[in-house]
């Protein structure tokens, strides 16, 4: 299968409510230090306000601490909550970071995934996708350097510009995420951007997938842009060890504060039922997570790519499963063993491997020719000295 892809991962991120949260947010950064070191390719950290687990309310404060700490992966807003911010004062912060980090940043929008957060602020969660497409109207000229005046719903702009042209040309690359309904290939087709796929592997989220793209096309044709498939990431939970029984065990040290997380505490649809045990049990027979070798790893990857029509980033849900020197090790596993089989990185040691296999034969008998001719040389020359 030809399949040439980008990893990184999605960062929330999740912690448990026992931990102490100033060191949590330190292994979130060690933990993008290490996979710089890897060669992932992206991180994209997330905005949450509440619920207690996701304790990031700032990613562009997390990127920019970030991008001095590592040299080569890229960082994005995973996604910054459009209804919650002025769109000029968000497009400033990006356009700065844009500057800051040369070109390594870059910018995931959303509608607002928790509930909890848009009540808090006041705002009707009935209305954030359309605050959300009112926001990306204006966020993208101003981005290009353009003048923007709009008087809207929420927010009003007067003869508004940035004053920081774009270090990235045009502007900053920039997905919308999307979880079950069109809303989001919608609008990455409405304003020609790239598109996070949430949730990829859940029932929905991957029968949805071959008619995802497809939407996110139609769009962009009626608006006059063109998309393409390498702006496409797709999030899906894995935890990767040697083995399947040894991946099973590490999970066991925080999978079940993240199903409680899920099905007692957010008010987001999650289908599982019975005691917490029997909820973790149910979870993991389901098959949305990886839990297991890598390559049951590459395996998932592969269906993926086969039920989308092909993509450009895989990214890793990133949730805390396991302890922190496990996760690290799920990490590296991937690195070393899923990676090169879809970044084409072992290509030119495989076709040498098989071209010297080939030619074996031949090559061994010219070895053993060249070796019989050095030593008729080498008696030659000791008879001419005697």
Known sequence: ??????????????????????????????????????????????????????????????????????????????????????????????????????????????????????????????????????????????????????????????????????????????????????SGPRAAGKYGIGLLSIGATSEKGYMALPTTWQICEDMARRHGHEVARRHWRLVAPMHVAETRAKALENVRFGLANWIRYYTEVIALP?????????????????????????????????????????FGCFLQMAHNWADFEQTKRSYELIARSVMPRFTGGNAGRLASSEWSAANRAELMDVSRQAKVLEAEKHQREMRERK
Do not use: C
């Open 270 to 310: 999650f289908e599982l039922t019975g005691t917490l045990e029997e909820r973790v049990e149910q979870y993991i027979a389901s098959g949305v997570a990886v839990i297991g070798d890598p390559d049951d790893a590459a395996a998932r990857i592969e269906q993926l790519w086969k039920q989308s029509g092909g």
């Open 1 to 182: 299968m030809d399949i040439d892809l980008r990893f990184g991962i999605f960062l929330a991120p999740f912690h448990a409510l026992d931990e102490n949260p100033t060191l949590a947010l330190e292994r979130d950064f060690e933990l993008v230090q290490h996979l710089d070191r890897l060669g992932y390719h992206e991180a994209w950290i997330g905005e949450h306000h509440s619920a207690g687990f996701e304790i990031i309310p700032s990613p562009e404060v997390f990127i920019a601490a970030a991008a001095e700490r590592t040299k080569h992966i890229r960082l994005g807003t995973g996604v910054s909550s459009l209804p919650y911010h002025h769109p000029l004062l968000l497009a400033d912060r990006i356009q700065q970071l844009d500057h800051q980090t040369r070109g390594r940043v870059m910018f995931g929008v959303g509608p607002g995934a928790l509930p909890s957060d848009a009540v808090m602020l006041g705002i009707d969660p009935l209305r954030q996708r359309e605050m959300m497409d009112e926001a990306l109207s204006v966020i993208l000229p101003l981005l290009r350097g353009e003048a923007v005046t709009h008087k809207g719903d929420w927010f009003t702009l007067q003869d508004a510009r940035l004053q920081l042209r774009p270090f990235t040309r045009p502007h900053v690359e920039m997905a919308v995420a999307a979880m079950i309904s069109p």
